[in-house]
């Protein structure tokens, strides 16, 4: 396989948007294998067949399973994912409401993570084998294996019930100040950052050490040059694409945390909108937004992809 | 391989970077078993726990047995009571099972599925390696609490569907260090020897390649398991889960959240089970010998 960067990039693209076509499928397939459910459960058990036959054919369901596919994912991609099946409302005008808060959410999370592992990853990375870095190993690993709902429960205990500090639901306010936003966002943003960190940090530190070992920093170390120059100067400008890498293909642990999160701090965004089509059987509102979590993932994993592929000549060349 | 294989973030997890130094990396190694003996004895108790559970329950575990709720640890209740009066020692046994036993159960299934997939790949032609890999990458894209939250949707919350999903949703991280495993395997020579001397595809997988995958499999399926307790436990706490009477870990922090503004133990031990059975299964399988050397082979090769 030859290319250009240009090329090689437009195939990673392509082979993504390949792979959300085949998500979508297994998404519609999922949740229309039980046929004609939706008018059922809209019109409840007493409903009269006839009733029953007009709310489906109002609803498509009458229609073979392909085409509905079709007219579903030709909606998706106009921008038009039907109805929601509990209040009426188009499901674009109700994810149009939640993507926003839920993007302030994740972005808030970058801010405070990315500066912290990166930091973190760094420091360990240059003195790897110390009492720092085995301590900040084990508090990695430790972090990675804690549930985002128990940070945010414990959280809430501490700081909201016994210490009163901090709010244990989050408001959406139109224009807040910046102390009821340090208030409202502290807990669920320090209980995604927890996993994304720790991720992020172990990642980091791996890209940096994988320089470290390389000829060329050992020679800046045998003429002289110190540690922290070797690591800022020398490593790091040639670990930036992993470091990209790790950011990237970290920051989609946000897309799962966010699930407990919202639910937790009563939040207002999207993963909080799906977990409500959950118990309302909301088909079309929860199948957009799986469709939004993944091409979340995919967009973040083709991100990290593409700055492999530019840090790295030899991939430029494959 | 395929070149546009989407990385999963979860194998990275306890993925070693490989030291050099010898006098270093032999005091990262003591210090780092330390870890994982604290980590191997967390793994051992709860297997202990789930294996015994309905053989030492003090009460039955549905049974309120008290007139107190969320009441403090005592001699009667060592481990107080939950919000109906149910004995919280009897009840964090038994959910420690249902969190066990699904999480085993699933990441086992996972492997297994994974690991035969992987093998077929690599004995079996561009084709079946394109389908396999394609579907596979398709369901790695969709983040596994969605996955589950899809399946929950369509149809209805129950052990078996549980496991189901949580193995389904695990399955193409295990294919892909299975594959990658088994493409470096298929050009040793020995395994071009089988073949050469002219042996079955099913025996060269099966007799000449499994064995050597074994090991790193183990591994990653200890991984596995972390992430489906964690999995399965977000879950249930959220109410999709476990459903009642039965109740996992989750769901026993979920039923009992009323008494967290009190800091009653029933909330709160069964979440501390949790983060020493998931901390546990990563500090050991960290520390396991060969992991470091198994990073630096697959960079060699």
């Given at each position: 396989m030859s290319g250009s960067i240009p090329s090689l990039i437009a195939k990673r693209i392509a082979a993504a948007a390949l792979t959300l076509l085949l998500v979508s499928m297994?998404?519609?397939?999922?949740?229309?294998?039980?046929?004609?459910?939706?008018?059922?459960?809209a019109l409840g058990q007493n409903a009269t067949p006839a009733a029953l036959a007009a709310l489906r054919a109002q609803l498509g369901l009458d229609q073979p399973a392909i085409i509905r596919y079709l007219h579903w994912l030709g909606g998706l991609l106009t921008g038009h994912p039907g109805r929601s099946l509990s209040d009426g409302l188009p499901v674009s005008v109700l994810i149009a409401k939640r993507l926003p808060e839920s993007l302030l959410l994740a972005g808030l999370t970058t801010a405070v993570s990315v500066p912290?592992?990166?930091?973190?990853?760094?420091?360990?990375?240059?003195?790897?084998?110390?009492?720092?870095?085995?301590?900040?190993?084990?508090?990695?690993l430790s972090m990675v294996a804690v549930p985002e709902f128990l940070v945010a429960t414990a959280g809430v205990l501490i700081f909201a019930v016994e210490l009163h500090w901090l709010s244990a639901l989050t408001f959406v306010l139109d224009h807040p100040t910046f102390g009821q936003l340090l208030r409202g966002y502290t807990l669920p943003v320090v209980s995604?950052?927890?996993?994304?960190?720790?991720?992020?940090?172990?990642?980091?530190?791996?890209?940096?050490?994988?320089?470290?070992?390389?000829?060329?920093?050992?020679?800046?170390?045998?003429?002289?040059?110190?540690?922290?120059?070797?690591?800022?100067?020398?490593?790091?400008?040639?670990?930036?694409?992993?470091?990209?890498?790790?950011?990237?293909?970290?920051?989609?642990?946000?897309?799962?945390?966010?699930?407990?999160?919202?639910?937790?701090?009563?939040?207002?965004?999207?993963?909080?909108?799906?977990?409500?089509?959950?118990?309302?059987?909301?088909?079309?509102?929860?199948?957009?937004?799986a469709m939004i979590f993944s091409a979340g993932y995919l967009g973040l994993v083709l991100i990290a992809d593409v700055c492999a592929i530019l840090s790295n000549p030899k991939l430029r060349r494959s | 391989m395929s070149p546009q294989a989407i990385?999963?973030?979860?194998?990275?997890?306890?993925?070693?970077?490989?030291?050099?130094?010898?006098?270093?990396?032999?005091?990262?190694?003591?210090?780092?078993?330390?870890?994982?003996?604290?980590?191997?004895?967390?793994?051992?108790?709860?297997?202990?726990v789930a294996l015994l559970g309905p053989w030492i329950v003090p009460h039955r575990p549905g049974a309120v047995v008290s007139s107190e709720v969320f009441a403090p640890m005592?001699?009667?209740?060592?481990?107080?009571?939950?919000?109906?009066?149910?004995?919280?020692?009897?009840?964090?046994?038994?959910?420690?099972?249902?969190?066990?036993?699904?999480?085993?159960?699933?990441?086992?299934?996972?492997?297994?599925?994974?690991?035969?997939?992987?093998?077929?790949?690599?004995?079996?032609?561009r084709w079946v390696e394109e389908a396999v890999s394609r579907i596979l990458d398709a369901i790695i894209c969709i983040p596994s609490k969605i996955f589950a939250l899809v399946m929950v949707a369509a149809f209805g919350s129950s052990v078996p569907l549980l496991l189901l999903t949580a193995a389904i949703s695990y399955t193409p991280g295990a294919f892909r260090i299975a594959r990658s495993l088994a493409v470096n395997l298929s050009v040793t020579d020995y395994v071009q020897a089988a073949r050469v001397r002219g042996e079955r595809r099913l025996h060269v997988a099966c007799i000449e390649m499994l064995p050597n995958m074994i090991h790193p499999m183990l591994a990653d399926f200890g991984l596995r398991f972390m992430f489906i307790v964690l999995l399965l436990s977000g879950l249930s706490f959220l109410g999709l889960g476990v459903q009642p009477p039965a109740a996992d870990l989750g769901s026993l922090i979920r039923e009992n959240i009323s008494g967290l503004g009190e800091g009653a133990p029933a909330v709160i031990l069964p979440a501390i089970a949790i983060a020493t059975l998931t901390?546990?299964?990563?500090?050991?399988?960290?520390?396991?010998?060969?992991?470091?050397?198994?990073?630096?082979?697959?960079?060699?090769?």
């Open positions: 297994i998404v519609f397939s999922i949740t229309s294998l039980l046929p004609g459910d939706a008018a059922q459960a912290l592992a990166l930091a973190l990853g760094i420091v360990a990375a240059m003195y790897r084998g110390s009492w720092l870095d085995r301590a900040l190993t084990i508090t990695t995604l950052c927890f996993a994304v960190t720790a991720q992020m940090e172990r990642m980091t530190r791996a890209a940096v050490i994988d320089q470290l070992n390389q000829p060329y920093v050992e020679m800046a170390a045998l003429k002289g040059v110190g540690l922290s120059r070797r690591v800022l100067v020398h490593a790091l400008p040639n670990a930036v694409g992993p470091i990209a890498n790790a950011i990237a293909l970290s920051l989609s642990y946000l897309l799962g945390g966010a699930i407990i999160v919202e639910t937790i701090f009563d939040y207002p965004g999207v993963a909080r909108l799906m977990v409500d089509a959950v118990s309302n059987r909301d088909m079309p509102v929860l199948q957009a937004c | 990385p999963s973030p979860e194998p990275q997890l306890a993925a070693h970077s490989p030291e050099t130094g010898s006098a270093r990396r032999r005091r990262s190694r003591i210090a780092l078993s330390a870890a994982g003996r604290v980590g191997l004895a967390l793994v051992v108790f709860w297997m202990i005592s001699l009667r209740f060592p481990l107080g009571t939950d919000f109906l009066g149910r004995d919280m020692l009897s009840r964090i046994l038994i959910g420690a099972r249902y969190t066990v036993g699904l999480a085993l159960a699933a990441a086992l299934a996972a492997s297994l599925a994974g690991t035969v997939l992987g093998l077929l790949v690599a004995i079996s032609g901390i546990g299964v990563n500090l050991m399988i960290d520390a396991l010998p060969g992991r470091g050397r198994r990073t630096e082979r697959g960079g060699a090769a």
